[in-house]
């Protein structure tokens, strides 16, 4: 009988404990990166969740050969850790054993180990599973968790309630032109576009909640800036006195956000050569204004920004008052969604706002309507009945405070910040018009 403690837990390598053993042995579980053959001994470079670490094989120093070691080979080896300026992390291996835990029965279809793959976007994509053992590729993804923790970690330090929301759902958020219908056990149902329905429902009960999890918008764009799957970073918070204090949480988040990336996440930064921005005060601006400043560029949209007004917007802060970002707030009333509550000295206008990032929108956001009557009219306003959103409408029967809240998307994010020119290079796996695999 083996009896299961669940206190000797396999580790990870960690490279600050390798340094920390210079001189010393140490086993190490990695995959053959590369091997590079020279004059009576060889490089292997050994890849590890995270790192590229060199090794050297001799046969005086190592009990096994590398006859059978290659390029994908996942191995156990045992070496000496030696200090090494002049590799890649600081360290080099002297290997003393190398034993194949297991190989690949094909050879790799793309160049891994090079820098970065030099193939399209559309081969790396068709080749995922591959594509993503390339250290310049994966660093995306190392550097995305970063953001998504950062977010998680702030939210919970200005107590924010993690919630997990349902996606399936009876209705729609943001009506029904671009959702997923579903069979649901023969019931009609939807694909969640925004967990904005139970965010509000939660304020009521938690006052502050947040939420990181995909959502889907049946939109039939093949551009480089929208996915039809795509991870939402949510907040909804309660008492508030109007829209800003959202922008301002969000700024501090921001700050806070940009800071821990550098702190923890310097090695993808590096790899990834990212420009991360300082955060300090960020401008806003009104739509009507945005749209009079606008104009000399011919702005095409009464209603809302275009790509390119959002770029225009972008080099105009940045120009003028040194910063990346920018807000757009009060937006015409008759554009967002049901539950924007109308500014009260301006009903014409809704309490909505963007938030612009490098010539991108990556948040909408704003106050919500917290009063039943007020929501019910305001559905109505918008041709919608309101029995089609019982139980939406059941929380503000019931009361809610004063709330607002945003959405950014993970990826839109990500992408400015690593300066990719498509959406696509920010997501592992992404759904688009054209892709349902891998």
């Not at 340094?19 to 020279?38: D, R």
């Amino acid at each position: 009988m083996i009896k299961i403690g669940g206190t000797d837990l396999l580790k990870e390598f960690d490279l600050d404990d390798a340094l920390s053993k210079v001189g010393g042995t140490i086993e190490l579980c990695a995959c053959v990166h590369s091997v590079k053959q020279m004059s009576g001994f060889a490089f292997v470079l050994l890849r590890t969740a995270r790192y590229v670490i060199q090794s050297v094989y001799s046969e005086a120093d190592c009990s096994d050969t590398l006859d059978e070691v290659r390029e994908g080979c996942f191995v156990k080896v045992t070496a000496v850790v030696k200090k090494e300026e002049r590799a890649r992390n600081g360290i080099e291996l002297t290997l003393k054993s190398i034993k194949i835990m297991s190989k690949p029965t094909e050879d790799y279809p793309l160049h891994v180990s090079k820098r970065r793959l030099g193939c399209s976007l559309d081969v790396n994509l068709d080749n995922r599973s591959v594509a993503l053992r390339n250290p310049f590729e994966r660093a995306t993804f190392k550097f995305q968790e970063g953001v998504a923790e950062a977010f998680r970690k702030f939210m919970l330090d200005n107590k924010f309630t993690e919630i997990h929301t349902p996606k399936i759902v009876a209705q729609g958020a943001e009506g029904g032109a671009n959702i997923f219908h579903l069979d649901y056990f023969q019931k009609n149902a939807f694909l969640n576009q925004s967990p904005q329905f139970y965010k509000q429902t939660a304020v009521a009960f938690f006052d502050r909640v947040f939420e990181i999890a995909p959502v889907y918008r049946a939109e039939r764009h093949a551009t480089s800036r929208h996915l039809n799957e795509y991870i939402g970073l949510d907040f909804e918070m309660g008492y508030i006195n109007d829209m800003y204090d959202v922008m301002n949480m969000e700024t501090a988040m921001l700050r806070y956000m940009m800071q821990y990336l550098k702190e923890n996440y310097q090695h993808e930064i590096n790899i990834l050569g990212a420009d991360i921005p300082d955060v300090g005060e960020i401008p806003s601006i009104k739509f009507e204004d945005a749209i009079a400043l606008i104009k000399g560029s011919k702005a095409k949209n009464k209603f809302d920004l275009e790509p390119e007004d959002e770029i225009f917007l972008c080099n105009y802060a940045k120009e003028n008052y040194g910063t990346e970002f920018i807000f757009v707030t009060n937006f015409p009333s008759s554009k967002p969604p049901f539950y924007a509550m109308n500014d009260k000295d301006d009903p014409r206008t809704a309490c909505k706002f963007d938030l612009l990032f490098r010539g991108l929108e990556i948040t909408t956001g704003g106050q919500r309507i917290h009063d039943y009557n007020e929501q019910i009219e305001k559905m109505k306003s918008q041709g919608l009945d309101p029995e089609d959103f019982k139980s939406y409408l059941e929380v503000h029967k019931y009361g809610l405070p004063p709330h607002g809240g945003l959405g950014i998307g993970l990826e839109r994010l990500v992408m400015k910040l690593l300066g990719q020119q498509n959406i696509r290079q920010a997501s592992m796996f992404p759904r688009d018009l054209n892709r349902l695999i891998p």
